[in-house]
């Protein structure tokens, strides 16, 4: 069974850091392209970041850089968001999400999502 088991998240006070940790099994992890994603309140689901199975970085949101970095550890299966400088808008639920080998395409498989929220 295919799972994307996510930790991390909660409440921060803007300025604050957190890191969301998500965990794969059941699938070829380094053969797959992991892609974090966002979806605050009221609003349409964005890409944050993404981390291709060659390690390359594929930055989506424009309002992250130098604030978000994404990490993978392929002998963990897991892949890390690492979030400093938090801000009032960065809040929403993250949710990550595996692609084979694009970070552009083909999402098949999801985490539950985690709660980010930042408070002023």
């Known amino acids: 069974e295919v799972e994307l088991v996510q930790s991390g998240g909660g409440l921060v006070q803007a300025g604050g850091s957190l890191k969301l940790t998500c965990a794969g099994s059941?699938?070829?992890?380094?053969?797959?392209?992991i892609g974090w994603f966002r979806q605050a309140p009221g609003k349409e689901r964005e890409g944050v970041l993404c981390?291709?199975?060659?390690?390359?970085?594929?930055e989506f949101a424009d309002s992250v850089k130098g604030r978000f970095t994404i990490s993978r550890d392929n002998a963990k299966t897991t892949t890390y968001l690492t979030m400093i400088n938090l801000q009032i808008e960065d809040t929403g639920v993250y949710y990550c999400?595996?692609?084979?080998?694009?970070?552009?395409?083909?999402?098949?498989?999801w985490g539950q999502g985690t709660q980010v929220t930042v408070s002023s």
């Open positions: 059941g699938f070829t992890f380094h053969d797959y392209a």
């Open positions: 981390i291709s199975n060659s390690d390359g970085i594929i």
């Open positions: 999400a595996a692609a084979p080998g694009s970070c552009y395409e083909g999402y098949g498989f």
